[in-house]
């Protein structure tokens, strides 16, 4: 019994271990992370193997099948009884170890292999939904036909009436431990990415906000380009329609957008009724056709009646070997000259070295909110 309990707590100890090379969500599906948890799931099924001792008649209880067990849950019978293999074998290279106790541990192998197997569509490793009581009555399954092969043995009999019902329970045990460590673990991870994306993301027009916009800027290079959108005389749509209207637009613009752009282009809700677009690898005189193309897709959209037509002014600015705040003043300073040539038009503003850099003075002019 004591030596159940330490490789009970072996088990639990090597597991969280595991558990902790789930560290993002959706799991990337990197070749060494299974490498990784085979090569911990090997050494968890040999450290229980060592740490449990023989009994006056030659049979050792350990744990060892509970992480084969979760292996081929998480990854198939294939990955599993690899994993399995050399624990299995360990009694070859023990000095005093009968041929017997290896006939054994592969037939417990092969067997709870299978059950886990035939039980995959049962309890999924990284559904976190999986309740403690489906992996509870899972595991009793699967390791029912634990040291069942003693009866092939000679006085094997007696050991398996000795030790069965000790040695099930606390693979059960183990097992419910382990899947509900790495569930759990599972679960906190997919709350932390909806929170991520809840905290990046703008609930009104499904784009990506402010600040992922403020997380993507640096990362642009020489080549990309910034779009500034604005809605308008979108605050007249507001004070005659309502709100809810005005959300329409803004929700139906953001559509617009997010299809009207290639893949490795992204807009952003950049705030109120003004939106950003950062377009990757484009070439300077492609930049104005783009937004143009934008600009019109969005003057020839029925938004319904009301409001109807609706038209947006758009600023841009290319970046380059200078600052990207630079960028960011170039592409607002060109939408200012456009809310006040009129609206409904584009205008990139190239980079002039002559213009002070936001970086050393005051910005020489904003964005005048009456424009609108």
Known sequence: ???????LSVLVT??????????????PRFWHLKALRLALTVLTALALCALAPTDASGLRISLWLVPIAVMILRYGVGSGLLA???????????????????????INLLLVGGLSHLFRWALDMSDPHGSLQRHAWVAALIFLPVNLGLVLLPGGAD???????????????GFW????????????LQSTDTYRE???RDALSGLPNRRQFELDLPFTVPGDALLLIDVDHFKRVNDRYGHPVGDQVLARIGGLLSDALRGRDRAYRYGGEEFAVILRRVQPGHIEEVAHRLRELIATTDFGNPPGQMTVSVGGAPFGLWSRTRTLWDADEALYRVKQGGRNDVQILSFDPSRPDPLEGPRPASLDPTLS
Do not use: D, K
């Open 1 to 7: 019994m004591q030596c159940l309990f330490v490789n």
């Open 14 to 27: 090597l597991s969280f271990v595991m558990s902790l090379t789930y560290r993002s969500w959706p799991p």
């Open 84 to 106: 399995g293999l050399p624990a299995a074998l360990l009694p070859l290279v023990e000095p005093g170890q009968a041929p017997a106790a290896v006939t054994l541990s592969l």
């Open 159 to 173: 050991a398996l009436e000795r030790t069965y019902l000790i040695g099930w329970a606390f693979n059960v045990l």
């Open 177 to 188: 431990a382990v899947a509900s460590m790495i569930t759990g673990r599972v679960a906190l």
């Open 198 to 200: 809840q905290a990046h």
